[in-house]
């Protein structure tokens, strides 16, 4: 058996839609083409590097839709007019899709010696950050509000 059936799971659950559509994407995707890293560079910051050599900053395409950063390279350049003997650096197109956990925003992106380097942070709004609360005590005075006359 090569392929893990989840169907029974998800005709029960509702609400998991982006986790079904998670594992159908883990299980399609061509995880080959191109190479990539993720880093953890800080601790609310990540590096994802692509090695997208011959590809040009008007190449690539970033997206981010739904919690889903898709990365797409189209090469739009000139082919070589010379006879290739040997081709080693691949220059297919490609479209590489990026599950983002909630609160994950791209910081910025640049491409520099064949490498493509995109900046995530997790931006937590403030309702959702862990907040000290403070406790009264029952003996303390109840402040007077001064009354107009």
């Not at 083409?33 to 970033?62: C, Q, W």
């Not at 907040?131 to 001064?146: C, D, F, K, L, W």
């Amino acid at each position: 058996m090569n392929a893990l059936n989840l169907t029974p799971l998800f005709r029960t659950a509702i609400g998991f839609d982006r986790l079904a559509r998670l594992a159908d994407t883990a299980a399609s995707a061509d995880t080959s083409y191109p190479p990539y890293n993720i880093e953890k560079t800080g601790d609310d910051s990540y590096r994802l590097t692509m090695a997208v050599a011959g590809f040009g900053p008007d190449d690539i395409e970033l997206t981010v839709k739904e919690n889903t950063l898709l990365v797409t390279g189209r090469m739009a350049g000139e082919q070589p007019k010379a006879e290739v003997l040997y081709r080693g650096i691949a220059g297919r197109a490609f479209e590489r899709r990026f599950a983002l956990a909630d609160h994950i925003v791209v910081d910025g992106a640049d491409l520099q010696h064949g490498l493509l380097h995109v900046n995530l942070k997790r931006v937590v709004p403030e309702a959702m950050k862990v907040r000290r609360i403070a406790i009264g005590s029952a003996q303390a005075q109840p402040a007077v509000v001064s009354q107009a006359a």
